[in-house]
T-cell receptor, first 116, second 113 residues
Framework: GAVVSQHPSRVICKSGTSVKIECRSLDFQATTMFWYRQFPKQSLMLMATSNEGSKATYEQGVEKDKFLINHASLTLSTLTVTSAHPEDSSFYICSARGGGMTYEQYFGPGTRLTVT | DAKTTQPNSMESNEEEPVHLPCNHS???????IHWYRQLPSQGPEYVIH???SNVNNRMASLAIAEDRKSSTLILHRATLRDAAVYYCILRDPSGAGSYQLTFGKGTKLSVIP
């Protein structure tokens, strides 16, 4: 199957700072990327959907000014958590699908964010 | 979105078959049944999907009831590596937001050595 990578795999930052998470599709062009958040012992919650070259579509309740998503190329999307607070500590997971893929969606390994 | 219902947890002995059930009584005619699994501290991975007929692949089998209101994911010989949370998800490829996957709570499968 296709490979999606995320970097970093884990990050610790101080409250009030910003942190950027990268999501890359390594062997296919990702026309659509998704960002999820998962709190401990809970399921994945979709945060936003982004199509290459377009603005991301955010799910209800997700602050677009706090979670900045950029999908500037067909292999890279970034999620920037701005002015992070301890309640933003979570497991962030991206997934990607390529043009022509009808059902395949490939997930990254996730990024563990801890805000102190 | 049509919802799915899965048991919170299940246990299996290693090397034995596992049947993971999923109820989806409000499934529409165009909904595909997808299964993903998530190993601890990892992103989900695709397992299998189907529409009406039973499906087999190298990872598992998917048995779909004739009325499509339920399905069962079958792992033929559970290994310790199969310990994960298994998600049963309905997706309509023709609808708006059709590529989104909505995750429920899934079934946490424990495999006993």
């Amino acid at each position: 199957g296709a490979v999606v990578s995320q970097h970093p795999s884990r990050v610790i930052c101080k409250s009030g700072t910003s942190v950027k998470i990268e999501c890359r599709s390594l062997d296919f062009q990702a026309t659509t990327m998704f960002w999820y958040r998962q709190f401990p012992k809970q399921s994945l919650m979709l945060m936003a959907t982004s199509n290459e070259g377009s603005k991301a579509t955010y799910e209800q309740g997700v602050e677009k000014d706090k979670f900045l998503i950029n999908h500037a190329s067909l292999t890279l999307s970034t999620l920037t958590v701005t002015s992070a607070h301890p309640e933003d500590s979570s497991f962030y997971i991206c997934s990607a699908r390529g043009g022509g893929m009808t059902y395949e969606q490939y997930f990254g390994p996730g990024t563990r964010l801890t805000v102190t | 979105d049509a919802k799915t219902t899965q048991p919170n947890s299940m246990e299996s002995n290693e090397e034995e078959p596992v049947h993971l059930p999923c109820n989806h009584s409000t499934i529409s005619g165009t909904d595909y049944i997808h299964w993903y699994r998530q190993l601890p501290s990892q992103g989900p991975e695709y397992v299998i999907h189907g529409l009406t007929s039973n499906v087999n692949n190298r990872m598992a089998s998917l048995a779909i009831a004739e009325d499509r209101k339920s399905s069962t994911l079958i792992l033929h010989r559970a290994t310790l590596r199969d310990a994960a949370v298994y998600y049963c998800i309905l997706r309509d490829p023709s609808g708006a937001g059709s590529y989104q996957l909505t995750f429920g709570k899934g079934t946490k499968l424990s495999v006993i050595p």
